[in-house]
T-cell receptor, first 115, second 112 residues
Framework: DAGVIQSPRHEVTEMGQEVTLRCKPI?????LFWYRQTMMRGLELLIY????????DSGMPEDRFSAKMPNASFSTLKIQPSEPRDSAVYFC?????????????FGPGTRLTVL | AQSVTQLDSHVSVSEGTPVLLRCNYS??????LFWYVQHPNKGLQLLLK??????LVKGINGFEAEFKKSETSFHLTKPSAHMSDAAEYFC??????????FGKGTHLIIQP
C-alpha cells in the first residue's frame, strides 16, 4: 500500500486566496483525520470523519475552514480566505476505525505558507 | 478527560549512549499508548504501541517502552543512540471517546 497520500506537499499563496489541500487515505481505512502542526501550538486535531461522515469538527478554527469527504478514498480541507496565521503543516491521517484504540497512519503533510 | 505529559521538551545524548524519553499519562479508561516519531519535514511514523498485552513493548529501530500502571508512565528507551534517531518523538494516549491525545513532543538531539 502506498500509505496516506497528500497533495500538494508545499503550497505558497497570498492572503485572501482560497487553498485546497487533498488527502487519499489508506484503502480499507474507515476513518480520516485532519491535523495542523505549528511550533506554537503543536499538533492539533481539526476534524475527523468516520465512514465519510464528519464526526467531530470542534477543532476547526473558524468558518474559513471547511472539510469534505465525498467518498472513502478522498478528502479535502479548504481555507477561504486564507490568512498568514494559517501557515502551518497540515497532516492527514487514516485508521481502520474511529476507535481511539487504533493507531493512525499519517501522510507526509502539506506545508502551507500564506504571505 | 485524559492527558499526556512529556516531561522533557529536549533531550540530548551522545551517539552510542542510552536514550530515555519520559511520558506520563492520565486516563479514566484502560489506555492504549503509542510512541510516534517525526523526522524533519516528514509525517509521523508509529514506533510502537501498548494495548493491554505485554507491558514491555518492542518497536522498530531498537526502541522499546514499558507500561507501568502504578506510575502512570510509558517511557521510551533505546540502549544505544544512532545519529539517525535525531527527531521529534510524541507520546500518544488513546481511549474512550476522546480519540488520540498527543503529548507536546520531545526533541531528541544526538551528539557525535
Amino acid at each position: 500500500d502506498a500509505g496516506v497520500i497528500q497533495s500538494p506537499r508545499h503550497e505558497v499563496t497570498e492572503m485572501g486566496q482560497e487553498v485546497t489541500l487533498r488527502c487519499k487515505p489508506i484503502s480499507g481505512h474507515n476513518s480520516l483525520f485532519w491535523y495542523r502542526q505549528t511550533m506554537m501550538r503543536g499538533l492539533e486535531l481539526l476534524i475527523y470523519f468516520n465512514n465519510n461522515v464528519p464526526i467531530d469538527d470542534s477543532g476547526m478554527p473558524e468558518d474559513r475552514f471547511s472539510a469534505k469527504m465525498p467518498n472513502a478514498s478522498f478528502s479535502t480541507l479548504k481555507i477561504q480566505p486564507s490568512e498568514p496565521r494559517d501557515s502551518a503543516v497540515y497532516f492527514c491521517a487514516s485508521s481502520r476505525t474511529a476507535s481511539g484504540y487504533n493507531e493512525q497512519f499519517f501522510g507526509p503533510g502539506t506545508r502551507l505558507t500564506v504571505l | 478527560a485524559q492527558s499526556v505529559t512529556q516531561l522533557d521538551s529536549h533531550v540530548s545524548v551522545s551517539e552510542g549512549t542510552p536514550v530515555l524519553l519520559r511520558c506520563n499519562y492520565s486516563s479514566s479508561y484502560s489506555p492504549s499508548l503509542f510512541w510516534y516519531v517525526q523526522h524533519p519535514n516528514k509525517g509521523l511514523q508509529l514506533l510502537l504501541k501498548y494495548t493491554s498485552a505485554a507491558t514491555l513493548v518492542k518497536g522498530i529501530n531498537g526502541f522499546e517502552a514499558e507500561f507501568k500502571k502504578s506510575e502512570t508512565s510509558f517511557h521510551l528507551t533505546k540502549p544505544s543512540a544512532h545519529m539517525s534517531d535525531a527527531a521529534e518523538y510524541f507520546c500518544v494516549l488513546a481511549g474512550g471517546a476522546d480519540g488520540l491525545t498527543f503529548g507536546k513532543g520531545t526533541h531528541l538531539i544526538i551528539q557525535p
